[in-house]
């Protein structure tokens, strides 16, 4: 059942739940603006302590689409939490207002608090560093919109695995599925943390550990990039010899299968060629584009209009 | 209504003698011959006459709002209408600026009550982060970013999410590509270089590729700075256009003109003009712009304080047909870089083509009429032109716009408000 539910982790979800996401967004992207007003008179309220106008945008453009209505703010300052409301009653206000509430938060676990104060479904756009469950049902969507499965694929993930919000939610969300193997490439420095080792051993999940992507790189469905930041290097030298060694150019694809597709949370730097932009790899910007058909899905699903 | 339009049709299998016929605004037929009961015959089989696909401007100012003395939606269409073109798509720094919502939806307003020609609307970088909202797209065909003021300086990060933006709604990002990094001192005041150029169109093209927006280098004015744009071009998807003015005045003219010719980026070399000509001609540089920017007398006064820019849709196709007379560029090139690359730049698949289906924009032109470009009888509130007093030969003769003609043998005969927002083009 979705209908009045909380989106906090996508740990929450049900690989069952998620496919059923999937099949729903596909049917969304399918609808044009506002042909079909599934959600009319209904009211987001978009609560971004944090700036993030890629997400804010597209749950705003996906509650549009469905016909309803967006409130609220993008940035803590110049509302009433600058004056020093509390988390606690900004959520409350919100909840009598609106018919859902999507919200991100610097601190871990805001959202939860607000699943708890708030009657109305709670949406985490992101809180912490760990979790971000609509970009997680993105990125699964674009391995099972693009490869028609996820089961069974060799999937790596390459880049930040340590601090990276993104690498976290997508590694969370693939326990719920059963690839051939995932396999973590990263610089000594930038692995998983402990934790996230703990978690993925307690699951079924077959990973693999390493830092060389050229010996896995024929075996590869799907190669998932993520940046690798300046600042986690305490020595230069060694930032710009790491930064060459996980670049991911036209060279190495060649090595790859013809199937394989490339993914990043965007923006990317420098860690994809821009030469491999105009190749059939690229699956990025399309990803970024499923953004709002997935999240058209989750708005009609919380909110009952489809079931 | 239904129209047909006969003569030498520009089409993409040559240049044809035939008909096109044109009912409530689309071409639904393009033949030899047509005979059929119509509103309107527009008979224009004679010597020396073309027909184009609509001219499209992918960049001016038509001011308007609070500027309304240097140019307003009516008299810039009008001046558009006299210069062939069909579409221009508007600048937004205007007073206010088109950066939030409402400003846009105010623009749209205004703009359908007096164009006379279709036209675009771009968007430009906001204040505030709320002002980059879902609903932008549905009137603004794109963004233009003036990256020495929006991207070189503290607003880079509200720029970036611009671009975000421009990306994910998959809206073409207009660069003036000019890095102030480069910029150096002159008489009329800080001027950019060919490197500055260069070194810009670098950044945005590293930027169209972290984030998977299309970008549009407009005013390419140096050799360099094509240069640096064909070596990208060879990658990655990127388009750019250039001037009249800077493949036919040099720093030369700069200098001898003064303040009228003063323009932003600044005119370089005569090296320079030949290389892009080169560049349009064999078809790496996509198109060509007239940056018509208005502004009035008393503003280009003096040399150190004007400022940059002057009038161009009255005077573009007649130079460039000129050109043609010439033996310096071929009509066909004329009918890419005004005509076919500016739509497809703009992403309109409805129009830059004469073929059934298309909306019905043509512009027809004499090849052979001369005259002497004068300033005091242009429709623009500019009169004046860096490039008056030259004698021109070959002139757009009728302006068509979604087949009502709106200019025909150098009069306005339409009212302003029949001008659309190309996005209505679907």
Redesign the interface.
């Known amino acids: 059942m979705f209908k009045g539910r909380d989106v906090i982790s996508i740990l929450d979800f049900t690989r069952g739940e998620l496919e059923k996401i999937f099949r729903v967004a596909l049917k969304m992207e399918r609808i044009g603006k506002r042909e079909k007003p599934l959600l009319k008179d209904r009211v987001l309220a978009a609560a971004f302590f944090e700036?993030s106008?890629?997400t804010r945008?597209?749950f705003?453009?996906a509650m549009?689409r469905l016909g309803g209505s967006?409130i609220g703010f993008?940035?803590a300052e110049g509302t009433s939490l600058a004056k020093g409301e509390n988390l606690a009653d900004t959520v409350k206000m919100l909840d009598s207002y609106a018919d859902v509430i999507v919200m991100r938060h610097r601190v871990e676990g805001a959202a939860k608090l607000a699943a708890e104060i708030a009657e109305v479904p709670v949406i985490n756009a992101g809180d912490g560093s760990k979790h971000h469950p609509t970009q997680a049902m993105i990125d699964l969507y674009t391995i099972w919109r693009e490869l028609g499965r996820i089961d069974g694929l060799h999937i790596a993930l390459t880049g930040d695995l340590r601090y990276g919000r993104a690498a976290a939610s997508i590694l969370y969300a693939l326990t719920k599925f059963k690839p051939k193997r995932v396999s973590l490439i990263s610089p000594a420095s930038l692995k998983p943390r402990k934790e996230m080792g703990d978690f993925l051993r307690g699951s079924k999940l077959k990973f693999f550990e390493g830092e060389n992507l050229e010996e896995i790189i024929q075996d590869l469905d799907v190669l998932y990039v993520t940046r690798i930041q300046k600042e986690r290097f305490p020595d230069p030298a060694e930032y710009e010899k790491v930064k060459g060694s996980y670049r991911i150019a036209p060279e190495l694809l060649s090595r790859a299968k013809k199937t394989t597709i490339v993914l990043h949370p965007?923006?990317?730097?420098?860690e994809?060629d821009?030469?491999v932009?105009?190749t059939k790899f690229a699956k990025?910007?399309q990803q970024?584009?499923y953004?709002v058909p997935v999240r058209m899905a989750l708005l009609a699903l919380l909110l009952g209009g489809v079931r | 209504m239904r129209s047909i339009v006969k003569g030498k049709l520009f089409t993409s299998k040559g240049i044809l003698d035939g008909s096109i016929l044109i009912e409530d605004g689309r071409i639904t037929r393009v033949a030899r011959d047509i005979q059929e009961q119509v509103d309107r015959v527009l008979d224009y089989r004679k010597k020396g006459h073309i027909v184009l696909p609509g001219l499209v401007d992918m960049h001016v100012h038509m001011r308007d709002f609070e500027l309304s003395y240097k140019e307003d939606f009516y008299t810039g269409t009008g001046a558009a209408a006299m210069g062939g073109f069909t579409v221009v798509a508007d600048m937004p720094n205007t007073k206010p600026k088109v950066n939030k919502l409402a400003v846009l939806r105010e623009r749209e307003r205004v703009a359908k009550s007096k164009a006379l020609v279709d036209y675009g609307l771009y968007y430009g970088v906001p204040d505030r982060e709320d002002d980059i909202v879902d609903g932008i797209e549905a009137l603004a065909i794109g963004f233009k970013v003036f990256m020495q003021h929006e991207f070189y300086t503290d607003k880079r990060e509200l720029t970036e999410k611009v671009l975000e933006f421009a990306s994910w709604k998959k809206m073409l990002v207009v660069a003036h590509a000019e890095n102030p990094k480069f910029f150096v001192k002159t008489q009329m005041g800080t001027a950019g270089t060919p490197e500055a150029e260069a070194s810009a169109i670098k950044d945005i093209t590293g930027l169209a590729s972290s984030y998977g927006f299309q970008p549009h280098v407009t005013h390419l004015s140096s050799a360099a700075g094509a240069r640096e744009f064909l070596k990208w071009k060879k990658q990655a998807r990127i388009t750019a256009d250039t001037c009249p003015y800077y493949l036919l005045l040099s720093d030369d003219d700069a200098r001898l003109q003064g303040a009228i010719a003063k323009v932003h980026p600044p005119l370089k070399s005569s090296a320079d003009a030949e290389f892009l000509l080169k560049k349009l001609k064999d078809g790496g540089i996509d198109a060509i712009s007239s940056d018509h920017a208005p502004h009035s007398l008393e503003e280009k006064a003096n040399l150190e304080s004007a400022l940059p820019g002057f009038p161009g849709l009255e005077t573009t196709l007649p130079i460039l047909l000129t050109m043609v007379n010439k033996g310096l560029l071929g009509i066909e090139d004329i009918a890419r870089a005004c005509a076919t690359n500016p739509s497809k730049n703009l992403g309109l698949n409805m129009i830059g083509a004469i073929e059934e289906g298309k909306i019905g924009n043509l512009t027809i032109v004499d090849l052979h009429r001369r005259a002497k470009i004068d300033p005091k009888t242009f429709v623009s509130k500019a009169k004046y032109s860096p490039f008056e007093g030259r004698e021109v030969e070959g002139m757009a003769v009728a302006t068509i716009v979604r087949g009502q003609p709106v200019m025909l043998d150098g009069e306005v005969v339409t009212q302003g408000g029949w001008g659309e927002n190309v996005k209505t083009y679907g």
């Not at chain 1, 965007?266 to 420098?270: G, N, R, T, V």
Request: charged share 25%; no cysteine; net charge negative.
């Open positions: 700036p106008t890629r945008l597209s705003e453009a549009h967006v993008s940035d965007l923006p990317k730097i420098d994809i821009l030469q932009d105009g990025y910007f970024a584009a953004g």
